[in-house]
């Protein structure tokens, strides 16, 4: 017999692990685009102030990386959950 409520508090912590890698991801990208537009707006020059249709290219770009982050991070939890029973690392 499967003790489920053992395998669900693993699986609760796979959960809050894949969460954490995430909000790591997200932290550490928001910081890159801080500093990016932190410089675009004290004046510095860059590429964004040269050519400013880039800029929604680049929101864009950051909206569909952690869409694209969060949507493989849920992927990687529905597969935990579809396999849970079957992890022997759980035992």
């Known amino acids: 017999m499967v003790d489920e409520a053992k395998y669900k508090k693993w699986f609760m912590l796979d959960v809050l692990l ?48 952690f869409v694209v982050e969060g949507l493989g991070c ?4 529905k597969s935990i959950k579809a396999h849970m029973y079957e992890l022997t690392y759980y035992d």
């Open 18 to 65: 894949v969460f954490g890698m995430w909000l790591f991801l997200v932290v550490s990208e928001s910081f890159v685009v801080y500093s990016v537009l932190h410089d675009i707006l004290i004046g510095g020059e860059s590429v964004l102030t040269q050519n400013p249709y880039l800029l929604g290219v680049y929101g864009f770009f950051l909206l569909l990386m």
């Open 74 to 77: 849920l992927n990687v939890q």
